[in-house]
């Protein structure tokens, strides 16, 4: 069965995207720890980072980059926090989460709740063109 994020890839499922390209796609966190928290992933779907082929592992961190440096730009943060956690979907993803503060990377604490309004907005300001 397709994981959450491969049905986001296929469009079963809407997302807010901020980038894609033919092989990756960055989208918001619709349950962020921050908001502009962002998840990037491959298009292919494969469950553990580490089995990614090099060439792919390669450009998910180059198109992850190009993603932290937009969100640093239009997000008010000190750094852009990175983390790879995979055991939450059965899909390769790297978070990109706006820190200011170390808590602001902490997985245990509640998620904000935000519009489908307030991340539309934060997606338009985020997107790369």
């Known amino acids: 069965m397709a994981s959450i994020f491969t049905r986001i890839v296929q469009g079963e499922i809407p997302c807010y995207k901020i980038a894609e390209d033919e092989n990756y796609l960055a989208f918001l966190d619709v349950n962020p720890l921050v908001k502009g928290h962002t998840l990037v992933i491959p298009k292919t779907e494969k469950d553990y980072i580490f089995d ?72 338009e300001k985020l997107k790369l063109s």
Request: net charge neutral; hydrophobic share 45%.
């Open 52 to 123: 990614l082929e090099d060439e792919s592992f390669v450009g998910l961190q180059l198109f992850a980059k190009k993603v932290a440096i937009q969100l640093k730009k239009h997000i008010v943060c000190k750094r852009i926090g990175v983390a790879i956690i995979g055991l939450e979907v059965p899909h390769a993803h790297i978070h990109l989460i706006p820190l200011n503060q170390m808590d602001d990377m902490n997985f245990n604490r509640e998620k904000l709740t935000l519009s489908s309004e307030e991340l539309s907005k934060i997606a």
